[in-house]
């Protein structure tokens, strides 16, 4: 599939517990499905072509013998079908039988892999029919091939060297040491799990969380395939429950008691770019065989989900449960600044807009957090020429209903004043007549910041910081940023969060009412009915979109083309293909151009996996180049 997409599947097929040509057929037929839905990698049951409640049927050299040429049936009757196909069987060697899993690709089988570890408690007695892996891989004379035999085997993609894949069987994931943490740490990206783990009250729950587990610690997509229905149930029932999960996070999961496949589209562009920004995640191949194949993307379109709004959980208690989170590591935050130097009052510029709304919410908390009155908190309103009356008096009521003192100053002689001073046309509606709003501004924070021996909390967040939507020394300087790693979309759930627990239904009607106001810094005066005329994201674009935009490609290190892509699939029912390519083309433009003002931006918390802090995740020089990106666009028209 295209960017990095490959579509895995997890088959529970019917079988008959010692029929090796019936589940060898069924076992077609699910890969045959298979590809017809896209897959490119399939994984069976353990011991699936035999069953695996066999018992001591398999000191039967008859089940032993059909086992195997009913994989080379297999391997004959799929050798036409672009899939790769991991599949459980029996297989004796130098007189030892092994619990194998076969990984075949069109017509031939690239490697046999035995189980490491076998359980030999309560209701498994595996070491009464087979022995452990062999420490060092071989290879054998297998159905006519030489065939790697052993565990430390990667199949790796020679035109796509992100698809690494490697296989570990059932009781292995539940060892103490993986097997598959070794596979990770020597480079695959994918394990394969086919696994016979019965059914018991409770078992499923702990299942799934060690394949969310694992996938999350060895940074890997897994696919946990198991016995179903049709293994023998004369002491133990077989669900079918299958799994497949992507760092930490199940992408799908079967009904179970119910034989079935399941489909996922893992990632592995992504997983190769978790890895490398993991400085913990130390590769060493040391003595792995790598078994390379010329892999055959198919031209599929990719189904998974695209989140358009990543920075924000879709369940509404996650939501719930991240944006308390999130206010308390702001208030934290704040409360240790103002306790580390010692003072008892904070300055803030309140324009009844989203971000300084958020951010005297948190000053508040803050307060009560360091058990200061919140009188302390001064938050100074500095109306000029595009101030409309809606924002004007949200910033007063919510300033008073949080029992915040007020300061009002009207900037607008001042700024007057300095047009003359500098020499500026009041009517030139300019960059330069902007701007002298937003620093006129802070130098009044800031000086009512010394009066009071307190400090001046920024109110920029994150979005901002990345488009460089912010006045160098005006509103893009303060003494502390409590939205600095915030983004936009986020901000507005933060207040609904605050506007939705409230007991206060003052504070709830003001907070839903600049949850209402567009976007605007205010610095061009209002329409002839006096409406906000200066609507931000007519300028810089839609913030979610630039959201998307940044969590691709900061958090995840996505190249340009797969980000306009998955753009495309995140708002095909709102954004046309020219919109999303307009905007994007915009993001890199600003993101690169605008890295100086990030270079120097006060100190504030980070709350999320993405921030652009010079002091932490962000350091980028403030000359580098948009070129490599921008033609990668170019390429796209």
Not at 48 to 63: E, K, S, V
Request: aromatic share 10%.
């Amino acid at each position: 599939m295209k960017y990095g997409f490959i579509r895995t599947a997890a088959a529970t097929p019917d079988i008959k517990v010692a029929d090796c040509g019936f589940n060898g057929s069924n076992i077609i037929e699910n890969i045959r499905k298979a590809a017809e839905n896209n897959a490119e990698i399939i994984v069976f049951p353990e011991l699936c072509i035999t069953g695996y409640t066999c018992g001591d049927l398999f000191a039967q050299r008859a089940l032993i013998s059909s086992a195997v040429d009913t994989l080379g049936r297999i391997k004959s009757e799929t050798a036409d079908i672009n899939i790769i196909s991991v599949i459980g069987l029996p297989f004796e060697y130098c007189s030892n039988l092994y619990n194998c899993a076969a990984v075949l690709y069109k017509g031939s089988i690239l490697a046999l892999v035995p189980k490491s570890v076998l359980p030999n408690y309560n209701e498994f007695y595996e070491m009464r029919w087979f022995r452990e892996a062999l420490k060092d891989t071989r290879i054998i004379d297998f159905l006519g091939e030489e065939v790697c035999f052993g565990t430390d085997i990667i199949i790796k993609s020679s035109n796509m060297p992100e698809l690494t894949l490697a296989v570990e069987i059932c009781e292995d994931l539940w060892s103490v040491i993986p097997p598959s943490s070794r596979h990770a740490m020597a480079g695959a990206n994918i394990i394969a799990n086919p696994s016979a783990g019965n059914e018991i009250t409770g078992k499923s729950i702990y299942r799934k969380s060690l394949v969310e587990n694992q996938s999350a610690r060895a940074i890997c997509a897994y696919i946990y395939a198991c016995a179903g229905y049709g293994e023998s149930t004369t002491d133990l029932v077989y669900s079918g429950h299958n799994i497949i999960s992507e760092n930490g996070i199940t992408l799908a999961e079967s009904q179970r008691f119910t034989n079935s496949i399941i489909y996922a589209d893992v990632d592995v562009c992504r997983l190769a770019s978790e890895r490398q920004k993991n400085s913990s995640f130390r590769t060493d191949d040391g003595d792995y065989t790598l078994v390379e194949i010329d892999f055959k993307e198919n031209t599929a379109e990719t189904d998974r989900f695209i989140d358009s709004a990543p920075f924000v959980p879709g369940d509404i208690k996650k939501r719930e449960k991240r944006c308390e989170e999130i206010m308390n590591i702001q208030a934290a935050g704040l409360r240790k600044r103002i306790e580390h130097i010692g003072c008892k009052n904070v300055v803030i510029g309140i324009s009844g807009g989203l971000d300084s709304t958020q951010a005297l919410i948190v000053c508040a908390r803050a307060f009560d957090m360091a058990g200061l009155d919140r009188k302390g908190i001064i938050a100074v309103t500095m109306p000029c020429f595009g101030t409309t009356d809606r924002t004007y008096n949200n910033a007063v009521s919510l300033t008073k209903i949080l029992g915040a003192s007020l300061k009002e100053i009207n900037i607008k002689p001042a700024v007057l004043q300095h047009f003359k001073d500098i020499g500026h046309d009041e009517n030139v509606k300019d960059l330069t007549y902007e701007n002298s709003q937003a620093r006129e501004r802070t130098m009044i924070l800031m000086d009512i910041a010394s009066i009071y021996n307190g400090f001046v909390v920024g109110t920029g967040d994150l979005s901002e910081l990345a488009l460089g939507w912010a006045t160098y020394n005006g509103d893009h300087i303060s003494m502390y940023g409590v939205n600095c790693s915030v983004p936009k979309t986020l901000i507005r759930y933060l207040i609904q969060y605050e506007a939705d627990t409230t007991k206060d239904d003052r504070l709830r009607a003001v907070l839903r009412d600049i949850l209402d106001t567009p976007v605007s810094p205010e610095l061009l005066p209002p329409d002839e009915e006096g409406n906000i005329a200066q609507i931000t994201e007519d300028v810089v674009g839609p913030y979610e979109l630039h959201d998307f935009f940044l969590y691709n490609m900061m958090r995840l290190g996505f190249e340009p083309d797969k980000i306009y892509y998955l753009a495309q699939k995140a708002f095909k029912d709102k954004y046309d293909k020219a919109t999303i390519y307009k905007w994007l083309r915009n993001f890199y433009w600003r993101f690169f151009s605008q890295q100086f003002k990030r270079s120097c931006i006060p100190d504030g918390p980070k709350v999320g996996s993405v921030s652009l802090s010079p002091r932490g995740d962000w350091r980028m020089p403030s000359d580098a180049m948009a070129k490599i990106w921008l033609d990668k666009l170019e390429e796209l028209e």
